[in-house]
Structure formats: C-alpha cells, structure tokens
T-cell receptor, first 115, second 114 residues
C-alpha cells in the first residue's frame, strides 16, 4: 500500500466553482500534514498546513481525519490560477528519531480550472 | 522574502560522469534536504542533513550519492557515477528547526543523463 495516496484527477472545474479532493495516508504515527501545490516542472510550494481542528486560508479549507487517516482540501470560487497539481504531504516524524524532516509526498491531484 | 537557490537550473551529463548540484539554503536555516522527482512521478526524499552530518537517508541514496556543506552557505549533492535512471529534477529544501516545520524548496536542478 502506498504511504500517501491521492486521486490523480484531473479534476476539471469551471471558474467560480468549488472542488474538493482527498488524500489517504497509511502510517497512523504521522504527525504533521500539508498541502503543497506544484506547477508544471516547478518546485513544490506550501499551500497550507493541515491541523486537527481543520483550518481555512482564504478560499482554501483543509480538514484532517486521524481516525480514518485522510486529509481533504476544498477550493471555493476557483480561479484560473488555481490550475496546478496539489500534493498531499505527510511528515512521519515521531519525535523520538530523526525522521521529522522526511516529507512523504503523494503523487498529486491535478486540477484544471476552465473559463 | 528569502528563498532557497539552486544551480545550475539544468545539467546535462554523460552516463558515468560525476555531477555536483549546488544549493544555497535560506541563511538562518539549520536543516537541509534533497529530494528528487523523476518526470511524471512523485517527489521522493533522498537525504536530510544537520550539524554537518546526515540525519536520515532513503534507500535511493546509495554509495553513489554524497552531500556536503563545504562552507557556511552552500549545500551540495554529488552523484559519483551517473546512471540513466538518475535523470530527474533534484530539489533542495531547508527549515530553520527540526520537527514538523515548513520546508522551503528551491527551484530545482533538472539533471539529464545521456
């Protein structure tokens, strides 16, 4: 089983619409969670960290469900500039070892916002 | 805003040659990482580095790979004898602290092995 799994998409979204997608992770000891976005052939850029209580940053809302081991991202009022691949990223660090820094990436969910 | 820089942006080399990829992490950061992304695949962890030594490495990071922080600013990844399958984007990242901190990624070096 992959450590971090995502629906590859693409999710074709009309401009102004809402899109949501999930990611699942296999290691219940995972400590921290992030959504990164990656534009074609560019570096991953942090979109937002994901907290247990859920969090919102403008049009973006992230949720974490530890019991079911999934993370979600919702984008409201989609803009053309939201077209990108969204990477679900998990940090497995348990504090007792030096594995804090090892980010594990999903393969990404492609979102295409159309006019 | 401070950023991680990487050089070169694109490196083409012949199979069997040595390459050195260079990174300048953000100046007050203490933890450094290398990741790679083969075209069309996910980003994969290679190695983490702190206090002038490797903290963790993946199974990809075999004896052909090494990292070094030769001075106070540069962080390098050396591949001793490149193989075709080493062709990928190589990203450097850094954080100020350990733990679940945001990792800031450089723009990457595209390595093409012929």
């Amino acid at each position: 089983r992959k450590e971090v799994e995502q629906d590859p998409g693409p999710f074709n979204v009309p401009e102004g619409a809402t899109v949501a997608f999930n990611c699942t992770y296999s290691n219940s000891a995972s400590q921290s969670f992030f959504w990164y976005r990656q534009d074609c052939r560019k570096e991953p850029k942090l979109l937002m960290s994901v907290y247990s209580s859920g969090n919102e940053d403008g049009r973006f809302t992230a949720q974490l469900n530890r019991a079911s081991q999934y993370i979600s991202l919702l984008i409201r009022d989609s803009k053309l500039s939201d077209s990108a691949t969204y990477l679900c990223v998990v940090n497995r660090g348990d504090g007792a070892t030096d594995s804090w820094g090892k980010l594990q990436f999903g393969a990404g969910t492609q979102v295409v916002v159309t006019p | 805003e401070p950023e991680v820089t990487q050089t070169p942006s694109h490196q083409v080399t012949q199979m069997g040659q040595e390459v050195i990829l260079r990174c300048v992490p953000i100046s007050n950061h203490l933890y450094f990482y290398w990741y790679r992304q083969i075209l069309g695949q996910k980003v994969e962890f290679l190695v983490s580095f702190y206090n002038n030594e490797i903290s963790e490495k993946s199974e990809i990071f075999d004896d052909q790979f090494s990292v070094e922080r030769p001075d106070g600013s540069n962080f390098t990844l050396k591949i001793r004898s490149t193989k075709l399958e080493d062709s990928a984007m190589y990203f450097c990242a850094s954080t100020p602290l350990a733990g679940p901190n945001t990792q800031y990624f450089g723009p990457g070096t595209r390595l093409t092995v012929l």
